[in-house]
């Protein structure tokens, strides 16, 4: 078993120069207001735990990694937005991931909530606990599975038990291309990106990486392509920090048909007369570089007006649907969310549009009971709403297995 140590991080405790300028961009802290659960305060306590000594137990001074320092650690969304203001690059993303491994082998963070996922994942493959047999329930007909595909639709646990429609649009849209392509279905395991987030990082290298990787890589595809912001970031970067570079390229959904539009496989003709603005999830954006591609995407869709948020791209509020907070801090997430979709209004938008399937379900449901006037919907539905046409031709190879 590989247990990180403190002595890991020596060089970003000590290289944190109190500046404070990760505190106000950090959303639980704006939420709750506690010193002690900004990155800076949570650097400084770990550089007096590494610098404790026996002065400090000659006076008594407490300098404990106990409960309460990981609940201050786990006040956090995992959105990455320290990492970026950070002066002296902190890597922040992946720091609070193994801190917070680190705090569940000490035995000070165990979150019902969060084990409870993590039980869900191991036993099920999945995060909602779901029968596994039915991860493929949702592939319609019209699916043109190819036995020898050259690209894999992950669809990832969101969009398998509970988002099934984005998962049908992404079938349109490849079957509208004449993509040769294929879908795992029970071959596929949750990527583990959820988990990560909340410390449980130690499963995902030994067992969730490893397995993904080797059943796409086994299908002969060279392309991975997914619509999930989280399940992006696990391929594209969480998965090639643990176990190296994957066989095959990781796109996004959003990339992928900014790639097929100008190859001339695929054509957006319907116009679509909404004014709409890009929530930038922190897995896709922040945490991965792609700011440009869902715009882009956007821009594609004859007639759709696209208009920002103020806080945009690098400084994308999020949504507070990520690290697992909102499993625990229910209110305060809540809070987060109401705070962006109510700049949405303000930007003019009618619908709010997302690549990641928590932030959707979250903001959907916080604009439904706070009576927020913006319809949230994911990149991938607006994509499929500009198909002329639903029918498509298919490559010769490409035929259904179903
Ligand atoms: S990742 Fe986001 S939520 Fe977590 S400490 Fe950094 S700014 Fe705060
Ligand atoms: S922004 Fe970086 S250097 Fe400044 S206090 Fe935060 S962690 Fe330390």
Known sequence: MVTAKITDWEDDI???????????????????????????????????????????????????????????V????????????????IPFAKRWDEIKQWLIDRNVADFPEHRQVYENVLREHNIYGEPHEERDAWIPEEAKISTHPEVIFWVGCAQSYRQRKVARDVVRILNAAG???????????CTGAPLMRMGYTRAVRAQL???????????????????CAECFRAFRRDYREMIGNPPFSVYHISQFVEKLVRKKRLRLTKPMSKVVTLHDACHLGRNCGMYEEPRKALKLIPQLKAVEMRRNREETLCSGASGGFNLIWEKEAANIARRRLEEAVRSGAEVLATTCPHAEEHMKEVARRANIPIETVDLVELIAGALESEEAEVTPEAHSQR
């Open 14 to 72: 000590f290289a944190c120069l109190m500046c404070g300028y990760c505190a106000p961009v950090c959303p639980p802290y704006q939420e709750m207001g506690w010193e002690s659960i900004t990155p800076r305060a949570k650097m400084h306590y770990l550089k007096q735990f590494y610098l404790r000594g026996l002065v400090d137990f000659l006076l008594k001074r407490k300098v404990r990694i106990d409960e309460k320092f990981a609940e201050a």
């Open 179 to 189: 993509v040769n392509y294929s879908i795992l279905g029970k071959d596929e395991w």
């Open 209 to 227: 990486a490893p397995h993904n990787v080797e059943e796409v890589a086994k299908t002969g595809a060279k392309t991975l392509v997914t619509a």
């Open 74 to 89: 786990y006040k956090c969304t995992s959105c990455g937005h320290c990492e970026t203001v950070c002066p002296v690059d």
